[in-house]
C-alpha cells in the first residue's frame, strides 16, 4: 500500500531539501519520489542531507512538469499554505487526509504535492489536484520548510497505515529488552532462593521473604539481558561466602 504512495515535489529549488525531503520520506515508508523540474538535480547537496536514503533519490523520477508526474494517480493532494478560490475539496487535517489516501492507496497510486520553497503551487497547479491539504500551524508564524512539510503529511500517512487492518508493521523490539522465559526466570529464583539461605538471610522460614522479593523481581519484568546482570551479580556475591 505504501508504494503506491508518490511524494512530488514541483520546482524544488535548494537541492538539499530534495535530500532532506528523501531522508523523510524513507523514515516513513514511502519510496517514490517525483521531481518536477528541479533547479539542480543530481546535486552532493542532495545526497548530503538524505541522510542515507539514497535509495530513494536513486530512484527518483524526474519529469517535465506535474501532470506528467500525475497522470496515472487516483487522488492527487497538494500540499498549500494557503486556501485558494478553486471549489477543491480541503483536509482542514492532515490525518483525515491520510485515512483517505490510505483507502484509495490500497488499488491504484496517489500523490502528495508540494511546490516551491518560496511561493508553493501555482493555480495551474492546484487545477491538477484532487484535493488540498493544510497543516494547521501558528497563525502568527506558520512558514514550514519544504522537508518538514513532508515529514508531516509522511508521517500521517504512515500513522493511518499502521491503524489499518492490512499491514504488517510491527516495532523492531531491541536484542536487551526481549524477556526471559519462564524457565530462565525460574533459574533466576531458584538462584537467588539458594543464595539468600547460604548467606544467611533467611533466617524465619515463615516469614515469606523468598516469596516477596520474587513477586518484586516479577513486577520489574527484566529482560532477559538483565536478569543475565542479576544471575552475574548473584554469583559475584556467591563466590565470597564461606564454603560448606
Known sequence: MLQHIRIVLVQTFHPGNIGAAARAMKTMGLTELV????RSYPDVEATRLSAGANDVLDN?????????????????????????????PHYDEPDDMALDVIQNAQTAPVALVFGR?????????????THQVSIPANADYGILNLSQAVQILAYEVHRAWRKSADNDFAYQRPLEAIPPSREQFLHFQAHLGELMQKSGFLTQPHARTEEQLQALFARAQPSR???????????????????Q
Open 225 to 243: 539481558k538483565e536478569l543475565s546482570l542479576l544471575r552475574g551479580l548473584l554469583s559475584a556475591f556467591e563466590s565470597y561466602l564461606p564454603k
Open 35 to 38: 521531481l518536477v523540474n528541479p
Open 117 to 129: 520553497e518560496r511561493s508553493g503551487l501555482t493555480n495551474d497547479e492546484i487545477r491538477c489536484c
Open 60 to 88: 527518483a523520477r524526474i519529469v517535465s512538469s506535474l501532470d506528467a508526474a500525475v497522470i496515472d494517480c487516483v487522488q492527487v493532494v497538494g500540499a498549500s499554505a494557503r486556501l485558494r478560490s478553486l471549489p477543491l
